[in-house]
């Protein structure tokens, strides 16, 4: 069984910085990818980002680039999501995924974590 436990949500002002992290628990990752989605009170649970733990290829969704990036410690099982430069719409609830491909889709993700608030003030 796999465990997707997600860190780092808080309160931070725009135009600050902010790293989440996701530990997954319970299983190695060798070869699938790992992803953060965001949903917002009333919208729909959107893409934000992706890695996959072989070959380190990423996928930006364009609100967030040149802003977010992701990275992967493969031997800790974690994922981490800098998040730069943060806006007031970036305010949502951030959840860690993973899944056996690159996908923009929720529903092509496998394992999902309880999600972490992360709430920018204007």
């Known amino acids: 069984q796999v465990k997707l436990v997600e860190s780092g949500g808080g309160l931070v002002q725009a135009g600050g910085s902010r790293r989440l992290s996701c530990a997954a628990l319970?299983?190695?990752?060798?070869?699938?990818?790992m992803g953060w989605f965001r949903q917002a009170p009333g919208k729909e649970r959107e893409f934000v980002i992706a890695i996959t733990l072989k070959g380190s290829s990423t996928y930006y969704t364009d609100s967030v680039k040149g802003r977010f990036t992701i990275s992967s410690d493969n031997a800790k099982n974690t994922v981490y999501l800098q998040m730069n430069s943060l806006k007031p719409e970036d305010t949502a609830v951030y959840y860690c995924?993973?899944?056996?491909?690159?996908?923009?889709?929720?529903?092509?993700?496998?394992?999902w974590g309880q999600g972490t608030q992360v709430t920018v003030s204007s």
């Open positions: 995924a993973a899944g056996p491909m690159p996908s923009t889709r929720p529903d092509d993700y496998d394992y």
């Open positions: 319970g299983r190695t990752f060798s070869s699938a990818t």
